[in-house]
């Protein structure tokens, strides 16, 4: 799959609304993608995930509930095709994300541009 072929599915997963809102909206105004939907937390998104079947979720870390060490991991065990993005202010990136058990595809800082998440989805979807 390319998105040349299809539009993107893309989940937006973070505790703060702020983020999510904005995430969203900046999304959805890209043209490889079709359809932003968002989740509070790691148990919503695995319902989602069910529920819906994103091509790629952009997910925080650290959130109450299930956080995304934990929902990434399981949403990896069930829907092994569904690509990850953690987006997390988190220290060390990808290789510390991954070390604290995180199963992610790739990894974008908060502080990073919005064309940097944009990259990294591209790049993994």
Same mark, same amino acid.
């Given at each position: 799959? #390319?998105?040349? #072929?299809?539009?993107?599915?893309?989940?937006?997963?973070?505790?703060?609304?702020?983020?999510?809102?904005?995430? %969203?909206? @900046?999304?959805?105004?890209q043209?490889?993608?079709?359809?932003?939907?968002? @989740? #509070?937390?790691?148990? !919503?998104?695995?319902?989602?995930?069910?529920?819906?079947? &994103?091509?790629?979720?952009? $997910?925080?870390l650290?959130? &109450?509930v $299930?956080?995304?060490?934990?929902?990434?991991?399981?949403?990896?065990?069930?829907? &092994?095709?569904?690509?990850?993005?953690?987006?997390?202010? @988190?220290?060390?990136g990808? +290789? %510390? +994300?991954?070390?604290? /058990?995180?199963?992610?595809?790739?990894?974008?800082?908060? /502080? +990073?541009?919005?064309?940097?998440l944009? !990259?990294?989805?591209?790049?993994?979807?």
């Amino acid at each position: 799959m #390319t998105s040349s #072929t299809k539009a993107l599915r893309v989940l937006v997963v973070d505790d703060h609304e702020l983020t999510r809102c904005t995430l %969203q909206l @900046a999304l959805s105004l890209q043209s490889c993608i079709g359809n932003v939907d968002v @989740a #509070t937390n790691g148990k !919503e998104a695995i319902a989602k995930v069910h529920k819906h079947n &994103p091509d790629v979720i952009v $997910m925080d870390l650290h959130m &109450p509930v $299930m956080d995304g060490w934990a929902a990434s991991s399981e949403i990896k065990t069930r829907y &092994p095709h569904v690509k990850i993005v953690a987006y997390s202010a @988190a220290d060390g990136g990808k +290789a %510390q +994300a991954i070390s604290n /058990g995180a199963a992610i595809d790739a990894f974008c800082d908060k /502080g +990073a541009c919005t064309r940097s998440l944009l !990259e990294a989805i591209k790049s993994i979807a």
